[in-house]
């Protein structure tokens, strides 16, 4: 919502205020569709050229994102909680029941119960390798962690691989309206004979190039990019909850003490209340 905001608010104040200070819109429509195919099309192959496919792919994902906000909500973390209690739980009665849930996912009864989280790849993938290390006796508190901390710097720097496509389009803007707008210059020379009326508004369209490219750059894309960022750290924090729980299992806590130290460590914004967990954990029991 408040990327469409910010988009129209962005839109409305600098042609709003071209107007009102007695400018004309002909001329911008008139070079827009030209000029915006040369530096769109000029940006989305500069795009393609520098990235490879997935990258490509993340970052149309990380556009529609910068709309709909981050993919995990407050529900979300309770449900993480929730899971993670559970696996705890039968990881510490009998490791051997464990297996079933770790070695096969996607047929686990436990996970069958938080089917957004099965859906994700990298939650199931960093609990199931984590409890599997686990079971093989590598319980080296450290090893863990460090392991746990650079899975997580990998799975970051791969998240944040559309931002950065995204900031490197926004600064390579402003240089593609410098192009289009050079070509409408040498339109214009071409053209040194007609009266100046025309000659002005060849020139007029020509700068559109340079307001366009430094207007998306700084208007649009930008702020896009860093929109996408803040997504992306905020949706790392579920990730990183996961690391809280394990590593504080390897430290031989009560199964409420990990689950509790992870819950602080949620974002505010969606943090589940202590009472919230206790209320879903009691629920999960009478359920069992």
Not at 177 to 189: E, H, N, Q, R, S
Not at 226 to 236: D, F, L, P, T, Y
Request: aromatic letters at 6%; hydrophobic letters at 50%; proline letters at 4%.
């Amino acid at each position: 919502m408040n990327a469409i905001l910010g988009l129209i608010v962005t839109v409305a104040m600098v042609f709003g205020g071209y107007l009102l200070a007695g400018g004309h819109m002909e001329i911008i429509m008139h070079a827009l569709p030209f000029e915006g195919m040369m530096i769109g099309g000029a940006a989305i192959g500069a795009l393609l050229a520098a990235n490879d496919f997935n990258t490509v792919k993340h970052t149309m994902g990380d556009v529609v994102a910068a709309f709909t906000g981050a993919k995990w909500k407050k529900s979300d973390y309770q449900d993480l909680l929730c899971l993670m209690s559970e696996l705890l739980n039968v990881l510490r009665q009998n490791p051997v029941d464990i297996e079933v849930h770790i070695e096969d996912p996607q047929q686990s009864a436990i996970f069958q119960r938080y089917p957004k989280i099965l859906k994700d790849h990298d939650a199931v993938e960093m609990i199931c390798d984590t409890i599997r290390s686990m079971l093989m006796n590598f319980d080296n508190v450290h090893q863990v962690e460090e392991l746990l901390e650079k899975h997580l710097e990998s799975l970051q720097e791969e998240k944040l691989h559309g931002s950065h496509a995204l900031q490197n389009m926004a600064d390579a803007l402003p240089a593609l309206g410098i192009v289009a707008a050079v070509l409408g210059v040498i339109k214009t020379m071409a053209s040194i004979d007609k009266p100046p009326e025309i000659l002005g508004g060849m020139i007029g369209g020509a700068l559109v190039g340079t307001f366009l490219g430094v207007f998306l750059a700084y208007g649009v894309v930008g702020p896009f990019a860093a929109r996408v960022k803040a997504i992306r750290m905020e949706e790392h924090f579920f990730y990183s909850m996961i690391g809280e729980v394990l590593v504080s299992n390897l430290h031989k806590n009560p199964v409420n003490i990990c689950v509790e130290v992870a819950r602080r460590h949620a974002p505010a914004r969606v943090r589940p209340s202590f009472n919230e967990i206790e209320q879903a954990l009691k629920g999960l029991k009478q359920a069992a």
